[in-house]
């Protein structure tokens, strides 16, 4: 080969590296982004069902059940229009509560009840999921039910 | 008093980094050599009263000041005197401080070691340094001012977020921004280069040692940052793909090709144009990083800010500063062309594939971390992008780059020659195939795919780093930095694989529910909740367990988790308990009270976690010893 056909052989073998890695990366994308569904949309059917999602909105005041003593629990997440019933097994973080907002990893089984493997909580007391305050915002009539004691510098 | 100081100065600190970028850029563009000798000295002027309102701030921390509101915001005259110094960039306001504190250091930096460059060269270099600073403080004056008073003051602060109240977090920042604000010197070198028209082979030499430092900083930064999400959110992992993690780690990856692709634009003056682009993308990425982080557009531990204007200040900005320097490189990259041609196993296209790897690794992070904004803002619907799509499409192109980085660091330039190699190459790769048997087979059982995939390349890799050093020794040749800091890095990155497959594959974890003198197993451990007792600390009081733990019946750890309760801000904390061992981490966790005497417990055994940390400090230390070589220092520059 000439170094000009070389040249250009190595060229099309990049560009064609590179055209199968944009391929690859394109079809991992499609089959593992998560939808963001809120229990409203979880209610009219939006949701798949035995496909991974993620369920936004506050965990219902009173709906946290627990077996005394196991690590099995359930509660209710809701967006103060339609509720949706999480069941999970394991750890919750430390700033899971009543009456805030919350995202859980899992998926919908064919009863209704989402199966959760991952709950994740805010990370202060100042913060929800962007997507549970937009989701509990539209629902309620704008007003955003925020815990009013702890959010702004004592001016006394 | 201090306060005003500290804001007086701020407004100093701005009108000098004006009249630096000014006297920078026009001196030499107007052929004025009293303006250009004029920017040192602006230099300086900015680098002390930023100073002087850096340490202002601190002063306000240190001794309590609530009447400035971004004290009482952040502190509480409880917090101790370190996390009274730290709490200055644990938030906002005082991080974009510190963020032109440090650039305006390495300006200095730059200022005083640049002595032997072309002086209107130079200049420039700081002009452009300049034009930054006067972003950065511009932002932080106007948009986030920290010495904003509070009329009447707070008796008592609300309390640094207790999360960030440790110590590897206190240097996370400063060393994260050391990275961010050293590609900025990159980016400067660049600008420059290009204004000028001209890029040779010294314009590498003087841009590499700054570029590779920035490196080693980052990574540093980095580094701390996952060691902290392992011990302090209680998670257990070390890198979780959060998009303020991957907003780090894209400038690292571009940042690592660029010191990859300056070392042939150095050596061989080939990648000119190739070159000048990573530089701007590595400080396009640091730019985007701050963006996302500090907008507000991804929430996340490190986002304080959700202020729309600071979001459009700092996307103005970005779209200035990448955008000029894109035209700037449109314009002029078509002058620098490379003459000499190279073969095909030599360094250069070997250098070549390890740069296309981590571009692409670095796109695919990009995808995933920009997708879900992107999304978001056009209304296509909320969606998250997690490790199922991050694992794969990191691995596909590092892999190979670990593998290609076994041979290619024995590969000559121009020609490749590596025959005299081809033996030690290939014993090392057998001697790594061995090793990953005795692994695989004998201290660890079972495996999945990529675990003997993964820990033999490592090992190749490691052993690999070993063959130059060692035969230089024997044969008694030079053994210069640059050859020592490389074996240094690679056998990091060696390290890394293997420490990261190890953790992958044999990490065993289950939550458990246990009450006091309860055991549970995960796997052949047991763990035992031995005791629970309550503890005071200076700003909490603590839930504190005493967890024993076995292995085939031998104790092999005796932990005390916490579950602490910061009284000022009232946040429950875990507090992780961690037994680190030669060869393995041995961690739990408290959870919650369940109810009749039980509580959770996270209870996890992680094998080689450590070295993952160790292997990041390893890279950095070869980088920092590679870029205090002597044809850096001692050699007399040529004109540019």
Not at chain 2, 270 to 284: E, G, H, P, V, Y
Request: hydrophobic share 50%; charged share 15%.
């Amino acid at each position: 080969m000439t170094p000009r056909q070389r040249r250009i052989t190595l060229v099309v073998g990049i560009l064609a590296g590179v055209a199968v890695a944009g391929a690859l990366t394109l079809s991992a994308f499609r089959e593992n982004v998560m939808f963001f569904f809120d229990p409203s949309q979880v209610a009219g059917g939006e949701a798949p069902i035995e496909q991974r999602f993620r369920l936004g909105g506050m965990v219902k005041p009173g709906s946290v059940d627990r077996v005394a003593g196991s690590l099995e629990m359930s509660f209710v997440v809701t967006d103060f229009q339609q509720d949706v019933r999480v069941v999970y097994s394991g750890v919750v973080p430390d700033l899971f509560r009543e009456n805030q907002g919350v995202v859980a990893h899992g998926r919908l089984g064919t009863d209704g009840v989402f199966v959760a493997d991952e709950i994740l909580a805010k990370h202060d007391e100042n913060y929800m999921p962007p997507e549970v305050a937009r989701a509990i915002k539209e629902k309620h009539g704008g007003v955003m039910p925020v815990n009013p004691d702890v959010r702004s510098v004592p001016r006394t | 008093m201090i306060a005003e100081l500290g804001h007086f100065t701020l407004i100093l600190a701005l009108l000098a980094a004006l009249a630096q970028s000014f006297f920078g850029l026009a001196g030499p563009a107007m052929d004025r050599p009293s303006w250009t000798s004029t920017v040192r000295p602006a230099v300086w002027v900015q680098f002390l009263v930023t100073t002087l309102s850096l340490g202002a701030l601190v002063t306000a921390f240190v001794n309590n000041d609530f009447s400035v509101e971004y004290v009482a915001a952040n502190s509480n005259s409880a917090l101790p005197l370190l996390y009274r110094v730290s709490a200055v960039w644990g938030a906002h306001e005082g991080s974009l401080l510190l963020w032109a504190w440090i650039l305006v250091a390495w300006t200095l930096a730059v200022a005083l070691l640049s002595r032997s460059l072309p002086e209107p060269f130079a200049a420039r270099v700081l002009g452009v340094l300049g034009l930054i600073s006067v972003g950065f403080l511009a932002f932080t004056l106007f948009t986030s001012n920290p010495f904003l008073r509070l009329d009447p003051a707070a008796p008592d602060g609300r309390d640094l977020n207790p999360l960030l109240q440790d110590p590897a977090l206190a240097v996370h920042p400063p060393m994260l921004y050391a990275g961010y604000v050293g590609l900025a010197v990159a980016f400067a070198f660049a600008c420059a280069a290009m204004i000028e028209g001209r890029l040779d082979q010294a314009w590498a030499r003087w841009t590499r040692p700054w570029t590779t430092v920035a490196w080693a900083f980052l990574s540093i930064g980095i580094a701390l940052g996952s060691w902290w999400a392992y011990y302090e959110l209680g998670w257990g992992g070390y890198w979780f793909w959060d998009p303020v993690e991957n907003a780090s780690f894209m400038p690292w990856l571009v940042g690592t090709a660029l010191i990859h692709s300056l070392a042939v634009t150095e050596k061989r003056g080939l990648f000119k144009s190739w070159t000048l682009l990573l530089a701007i993308m590595a400080f396009s990425l640091s730019l985007l990083g701050t963006f996302l982080v500090r907008s507000g557009v991804l929430v996340s531990v490190h986002s304080f800010a959700a202020d729309p204007a600071r979001g459009m200040f700092i996307l103005a900005f970005l779209v200035i500063i990448i955008g000029g320097a894109l035209t700037l490189y449109a314009w002029r990259a078509p002058l620098l062309r490379s003459e000499a041609g190279f073969e095909f196993t030599s360094r250069e296209s070997f250098l070549l594939f390890n740069n296309i790897l981590l571009v692409v690794a670095a796109a695919a992070v990009f995808v995933g971390t920009m997708a879900p904004l992107i999304s978001d803002a056009l209304g296509l619907g909320t969606l998250s992008v997690g490790r199922q799509y991050f694992d794969p499409v990191f691995l596909l192109p590092s892999l190979p780059l670990v593998a290609l980085a076994a041979v290619g660091i024995h590969s000559g330039w121009k020609k490749g020659r590596l025959s005299d190699r081809r033996q030690s190459i290939l014993l090392a790769l057998l001697a790594g195939v061995l090793l990953t048997l005795v692994l695989v087979l004998g201290v660890w059982e079972g495996a999945k795919i990529l675990t003997p995939i993964g820990f033999a390349l490592g090992l190749w890799l490691m052993l690999s780093a070993l063959i130059d050093p060692i035969d230089r020794w024997r044969r008694k040749l030079s053994m210069t930095r640059a050859v020592i800091g490389m074996a240094i890095a690679h056998l990091g990155l060696g390290l890394f694989v293997v420490s990261i497959t190890a953790v992958e594959s044999y990490t065993r974890e289950r939550d458990l529910a246990l009450a006091v003198g309860e055991s549970g197993r995960v796997d052949e451990f047991e763990y035992r909740l031995e005791g629970l007792s309550t503890v005071e600390g200076p700003n909490y009081d603590a839930l504190r367990g005493e967890v024993r733990v076995f292995e085939n019946g031998k104790q092999v750890g005796l932990l005390y988790p916490e579950k602490r309760n910061y009284w000022v801000q009232r946040q429950m904390m875990t507090e992780a308990g961690i037994e680190m061992q030669i060869g393995r981490d041995i961690f739990v966790a408290l959870g919650e009270d369940l109810g009749a005497g039980r509580w959770s417990v996270r209870a996890q055994v992680r094998p080689l976690i450590n070295y993952v940390w160790f292997a990041a400090f390893l890279m950095a230390l070869g980088g920092v010893i590679a870029a205090t070589d002597r044809r850096y220092r001692s050699r007399p520059e040529p004109a540019a």
